[in-house]
């Protein structure tokens, strides 16, 4: 066989490799170009869905009272305790102790004045402790509701920090409305546990979606 005739040949076979490589890097590129584009949409999908589950989750988190009734009732002498979400219990335990004084005033015992503010100061715990009431148990059952239909999506998408947030969060909420611990101070977020751990979830939520 001639020289030109297999330089031909070896020509049109580097040719033709060349053209089945371009091809075959074409193809595995636009492979590439398509998974990309199905992962980008999945998480934009994800992003939304989340966005809205973690609103919802949000609004709902900064329902909870930041005080328990026992940081009310620590400012009394002699109070009765709060335990297993039994508010209104307490408040007729006040009751019972406000009606012992105003005898005590009635019958002239001890002094009118140091009466009188142990009166008051239970008026105004009582106040206070039907507030955090009202507003731990809507709280509670918007939570409850939550948990019956957006908390699928949240097990589905959610990052494991937010996870572990959310359960940290369930966490202090029973210690302090069920055990009966102190949360605080309402004003002070430093020293405050529900205040800390509310704001490590909505922290954790803010992050996983990059909004912080």
Same mark, same amino acid.
């Given at each position: 066989?001639?020289?030109?005739?297999?330089?031909?040949?070896?020509?049109?076979?580097?040719?033709?490799?060349?053209?089945?490589?371009?091809?075959?890097?074409?193809?595995?590129?636009?492979?590439?170009?398509?998974?990309?584009?199905?992962?980008?949409?999945?998480?934009?999908?994800?992003?939304?869905?989340?966005?809205?589950?973690?609103?919802?989750?949000?609004?709902?988190?900064?329902?909870?009272?930041?005080?328990?009734?026992?940081?009310?009732?620590?400012?009394?002498?002699?109070?009765?305790?709060?335990?297993?979400?039994?508010?209104?219990?307490?408040?007729?335990?006040?009751?019972?102790?406000?009606?012992?004084?105003?005898?005590?005033?009635?019958?002239?015992?001890?002094?009118?004045?140091?009466?009188?503010?142990?009166?008051?100061?239970?008026?105004?715990?009582?106040?206070?402790?039907?507030?955090?009431?009202?507003?731990?148990?809507?709280?509670?059952?918007?939570?409850?509701?939550?948990?019956?239909?957006? +908390?699928?999506?949240?097990?589905?998408?959610?990052? =494991?920090?937010? /996870? #572990? &947030? %959310? $359960? @940290?969060?369930?966490?202090?909420?029973?210690?302090?409305?069920?055990?009966?611990?102190?949360?605080?101070? +309402?004003?002070?977020?430093?020293?405050?546990?529900? =205040?800390?751990? /509310? #704001? &490590? %979830? $909505? @922290?954790?939520?803010?992050?996983?979606?990059?909004?912080?």
């Amino acid at each position: 066989m001639p020289d030109e005739m297999i330089t031909a040949l070896v020509s049109v076979g580097g040719t033709l490799l060349v053209s089945i490589i371009t091809l075959i890097m074409n193809i595995v590129i636009e492979h590439f170009k398509a998974k990309l584009r199905i992962q980008q949409k999945e998480y934009e999908s994800k992003r939304e869905l989340l966005n809205s589950v973690y609103k919802e989750l949000i609004s709902i988190v900064n329902l909870y009272p930041n005080e328990s009734p026992n940081d009310i009732l620590k400012y009394i002498d002699g109070p009765p305790n709060y335990l297993m979400e039994h508010f209104d219990s307490l408040l007729e335990s006040l009751d019972c102790q406000i009606e012992y004084y105003k005898k005590q005033l009635k019958i002239g015992y001890g002094q009118s004045n140091d009466i009188g503010v142990q009166i008051s100061n239970r008026e105004y715990a009582k106040k206070e402790i039907a507030k955090i009431r009202d507003k731990y148990f809507i709280a509670q059952d918007k939570y409850k509701s939550f948990c019956q239909s957006d +908390k699928i999506i949240f097990d589905l998408y959610a990052g =494991q920090d937010v /996870r #572990n &947030n %959310l $359960v @940290n969060f369930e966490v202090i909420i029973h210690n302090v409305f069920i055990s009966g611990r102190k949360a605080g101070y +309402k004003d002070d977020p430093q020293n405050n546990i529900l =205040q800390i751990a /509310r #704001n &490590n %979830l $909505v @922290n954790s939520m803010r992050r996983d979606i990059g909004a912080s």
